[in-house]
């Protein structure tokens, strides 16, 4: 059975800083890239980051680069990120997933194909 589990999320004022983690289990970790997305309300969902299975590769959303670092720990079968510089943009449920990332677009959320339930981010101004 497949989990995926995110934490980490809360509140926090803008400036601040937030780690998530996303905990997984029930397929072979290092098999697959793993990517940070968020949705705010009435708005699609868009990809923060991402992660190759290595770790060696990691992509960025322009607006988040040089604020949001993505790392992961093949031996905890866990992904992180790091959000520092907070905005109030930011603010957003935040959801973990792992994909094969068949079609080179590793910030694309049709390649993923298991994904967590969330956690909230919400940065107050």
């Known amino acids: 059975q497949v989990q995926v589990v995110e934490s980490g999320g809360g509140l926090v004022e803008a400036g601040g800083s937030l780690n998530l983690s996303c905990t997984t289990s029930g397929f072979t970790f290092d098999d697959y890239a793993m990517g940070w997305f968020r949705q705010a309300p009435g708005k699609e969902r868009e990809g923060v980051s991402a992660i190759s299975w290595s770790g060696k590769n990691t992509f960025y959303e322009h607006s988040v680069k040089g604020r949001f670092t993505i790392s992961r720990d093949n031996a905890e079968n866990t992904v992180y990120l790091q959000m520092s510089s907070l905005k109030a943009e930011d603010s957003a449920m935040y959801y973990c997933?792992?994909?094969?990332?068949?079609?080179?677009?590793?910030?694309?959320?049709?390649?993923?194909?298991?994904w967590g339930q969330g956690t909230q981010v919400t940065v107050s101004s």
């Open positions: 997933a792992a994909g094969r990332i068949r079609f080179g677009d590793p910030l694309n959320p049709d390649e993923y194909n298991f």
